[in-house]
């Protein structure tokens, strides 16, 4: 098993006939490592004269590849430390569906820790901007984990006329949970933004301000046009990003 001190000599394959840039060919190689998991988080790579030398490759051919992980968030750079392994992003369709679910589905680990467990009316909640302000909630802020690293802080705003259990939210899915009380999802209204983290939500993130977030708002309704669920979820910039497919 390797240990964040060792350096990892990873055997990567260059095609010097090829017209792709030698260092793209290992940013590709790199990071494929990184998503198949011969590079784990936490791992690091050997040195940039080490590398190049063992590869037979200028050291900015090395360094621009490496620098292209650096942006796509996958690998860092520690003073004193060395290139590590962040680990690869998760990276969700835009559909409905649960992060639990997903990242189970992925492989990844999720895990779960409540924060937050309050009643109100939304008015008093204060997301009478997008429910009826006599609406009655119960607000769930959570934090959800991936493979142990800390991924978003989720708030979910339902009504209380549902029973979910502190033990729900650990061991399966909110939506998980909903169906197996009847729940039928009909309809979701979904709006995916962007803003700077909030110092308290950083320091849960783990991330240092200042830093990016992707934000998700999710309103869920029934088939009988009753409300489910509002959602208000931030997730690490770094760690996660959401994509969808075009018909051309």
Request: charge should be negative.
């Amino acid at each position: 098993m390797t240990t964040a001190s060792d350096a990892v000599e990873l055997d990567v394959q260059l095609d010097r006939s090829s017209p792709v840039p030698l260092y793209h060919q290992l940013a590709v190689a790199l990071e494929a490592a990184i998503q198949d998991g011969r590079l784990r988080p936490g791992d690091r790579l050997e040195n940039e004269l080490a590398l190049t030398g063992r590869l037979g490759l200028a050291r900015p051919t090395a360094r621009q590849a490496i620098q292209e992980l650096v942006r796509k968030g996958l690998l860092v750079r520690k003073r004193g430390v060395g290139t590590q392994v962040v680990g690869a992003p998760v990276r969700r369709d835009m559909k409905f569906s649960s992060l639990h679910d997903d990242l189970a589905l992925s492989g990844r680990a999720p895990s779960t820790e409540l924060l937050e467990r309050t009643t109100g009316t939304a008015a008093e909640l204060g997301v009478d901007d997008a429910l009826d302000a006599a609406e009655g909630l119960v607000r769930l802020r959570r934090l959800r984990r991936a493979d142990g690293d800390p991924l978003a802080i989720m708030t979910n705003y339902l009504p209380d006329r549902f029973t979910v259990t502190d033990a729900d939210l650990v061991e399966r899915g909110l939506y998980a949970t909903l169906r197996a009380q009847g729940v039928a999802f009909a309809i979701a209204h979904q709006t995916i933004g962007a803003r700077l983290l909030e110092p308290e939500e950083a320091a849960l993130l783990g991330e240092d301000v200042p830093a990016a977030a992707v934000t998700m708002e999710r309103l869920v309704y029934d088939d009988t046009g009753r409300l489910v669920e509002l959602g208000r979820h931030v997730y690490r910039a770094s760690q996660y990003t959401v994509q969808t497919s075009l018909v051309v």
